[in-house]
């Protein structure tokens, strides 16, 4: 069954790990659309950025030209407690679907957040620390970010507020008892505690709750209190400056074995994962070097690339966030109360929404009910229970597969496998009972988000 020159599990020595984070936007010829103000229209300063965002933070969100960025000790040092990650060939799920193509999946799930989601928190946290702020908030929406935050707050001994979408804060208590844990305070949101949390509860009395809503309670408090600042975990281009580590691993680890993919997918919620994961075969791609499929995969529920508009947004349900130029289903827009938390945002990385307006890569989007069963096969024949938000790529990649089974071609496929689903039970349950369903929205919902979006010239 195995092909002896390739093992099971591709590691890494320490050694070989990335000593920079790679911007993507640097070979990028069209450039993201910058982050607008959203009183003035004007494009953001840096100086209208720094009471939202760490100082350094705002330099790497706004940087279009520095192509590596290398990795402070302290951050690197972190790191190697659970990184490099594996990159593993999925011989037995290629078995089960006797399937020509070659499986590759690189896995993040091997630390306590469960997540990727570390690779950002402790570099975010890492430049609070270093500006000597007091802490900071965000939001979470399946919670794996807010539990990746909690773990980087608590190693560098700062307070840490978490709004977590509250359909996740009900359906997910024990991550939001592990951010609590490790010291973090956990809200539901929209809560009652900030006036802009009021003010959509007033709008839409009994909502579940969104990511655009949690950000906007997280943006609030960090503003109003002295010595705080906001973080984000996807969206931002400093988080997917960040998570390239994932792809430079994953290319080092590929190149070490002369492995060339042929397509390169992931699940695509705010874009950090897939931003991270493709960053650097986007790079070969936008150069020239060479070429591949890249796939974004996102919910049927919540589909922001293949339904949405892309114009210039809020981030944000309050409104109150900068304007970001990305696909989007309009900020208005509330998901319906789906088990993949962390795709569960309106828009999407303007980085990544201007590679996918250009052409540079293309989307689907899957259904719940098919995710869980794609989960389901790869937990079966591969060991590893998955998130859901991961799960959406194992669906493409198997479709993928199977498309190679009918045709005979032996491609190579890489995918993410973001994290692991050990918290996300409850979903499993509702699947295994028959009682998950496909929730996707009208077109007329869609039309009536959008219909809201800001009138920018």
């Known amino acids: 069954m195995a092909d002896n020159k390739i093992p099971y599990k591709i590691y890494l020595n320490e050694d070989e790990m990335p000593t920079s984070w790679y911007n993507l936007r640097a070979d990028m010829k069209n450039k993201p659309a910058p982050l607008l103000n959203p009183g003035t229209l004007k494009p953001l300063t840096a100086e209208e950025l720094a009471p939202i965002f760490c100082e350094e933070l705002v330099a790497q969100e706004l940087d279009e030209t520095t ?24 011989y037995c799920l290629e078995e089960k679907l006797q399937t020509p193509a070659k499986i590759y999946y690189k896995f993040e799930g091997n630390n306590t957040s469960g997540s990727h989601k570390l690779n950002s928190a402790i570099a975010q946290a890492y430049y609070a620390k270093k500006q000597g702020l007091k802490g900071v908030t965000t939001e979470t929406g399946a919670g794996q970010w807010g539990t990746a935050l909690s773990m980087a707050c608590s190693y560098f001994d700062l307070d840490c507020k978490v709004f977590m979408v509250k359909v996740s804060y009900e359906q997910k208590p024990f991550r939001r008892e592990v951010m609590r844990t490790y010291g973090a305070s956990v809200v539901p949101s929209p809560s009652e505690t900030t006036e802009v949390g009021k003010k959509i509860l007033a709008e839409h009395p009994g909502t579940t709750g969104s990511l655009g809503c949690a950000i906007s309670e997280a943006v609030e408090v960090a503003t109003k209190n002295p010595g705080y600042r906001y973080v984000l975990g996807s969206v931002l281009n400093q988080v997917l400056l960040h998570q390239s580590v994932i792809g430079l691993e994953t290319k080092i680890a590929l190149d070490k074995y002369g492995i060339k993919p042929d397509m390169i997918i992931g699940c695509a919620g705010g874009g950090s994962n897939l931003g991270g ?47 970001a130029k990305m696909y989007t289903l309009g900020s208005s827009f509330i998901p319906s109360p789906n088990h993949a938390g962390g795709l569960r945002f309106h828009g999407m990385s303007t980085t990544l929404s201007q590679l996918y307006h250009d052409g540079y890569m293309e989307a689907v989007s899957v259904e719940q009910t098919s995710v869980f069963e794609a989960a389901e096969m790869f937990a ?41 689903g050990y918290f996300d039970l409850v979903a499993y349950q509702k699947y295994n009972d028959g009682e998950m369903s496909d929730e996707i929205p009208t077109d007329e919902q869609i039309a009536a988000s959008v219909a809201r979006l800001p009138k920018v010239e």
């Open 67 to 90: 192509p590596f960025i290398e990795i402070p000790a302290e951050i690197r040092d972190f790191y190697k407690m659970y990184r490099p990650s594996p990159l593993v060939r999925a």
């Open 277 to 323: 994961l493709i960053a650097p075969f986007m790079g070969e791609k936008l150069r020239g070097e060479a070429d591949y499929r890249i796939i974004a995969v996102e919910p049927a529920s919540c589909p922001s690339f293949t339904r949405g508009t892309f114009a210039y947004d809020f981030c944000d349900t309050g409104m109150i966030c900068p304007l």
């Open 380 to 420: 079966r024949v591969e060991g590893i229970l998955p998130a859901p938000e991961s799960s959406h790529a194992i669906r493409a990649a198997i479709d993928e597969a199977l498309k190679c089974k009918e045709t005979g071609e032996e491609k190579t496929i890489v995918f993410g496998l973001t994290g692991t």
